[in-house]
């Protein structure tokens, strides 16, 4: 059996959770999963779609369209896709 552990980082806008979050996982050889990085890709698919940012049907159906492993963190930072991830982050 191996032992694993989840570290989760949680704060205001601005305050260095990515920064940390990226040293602790190349610290301890972890993976990463940027949740706020995520939410924006997420909501990006839903503006690119034309889809509605409050309607977990259509959230589900951009997320699965998702590939996580090709974020591209400029367009992904764009004060619009910021302002649509607020959105989408709130859906239950």
Do not use: C, W
């Given at each position: ?6 570290i ?52 589900e ?14 367009v ?17």
């Amino acid at each position: 059996m191996t032992d694993t552990f989840t570290i989760a980082i949680d704060g205001p806008a601005g305050a260095g959770k990515g920064t940390l979050a990226r040293r602790l996982a190349d610290h301890y050889r972890l993976n990463l999963l940027d949740t706020g990085l995520t939410y924006r890709a997420v909501a990006h698919k839903l503006l690119q779609l034309g889809l509605p940012l409050d309607n977990v049907s259509a959230a589900e159906t951009a997320a699965r369209q998702v590939d996580l492993s090709k974020l591209d963190r400029a367009v992904l930072s764009a004060h619009a896709v910021g302002e649509a991830a607020s959105k989408v982050a709130v859906i239950p």
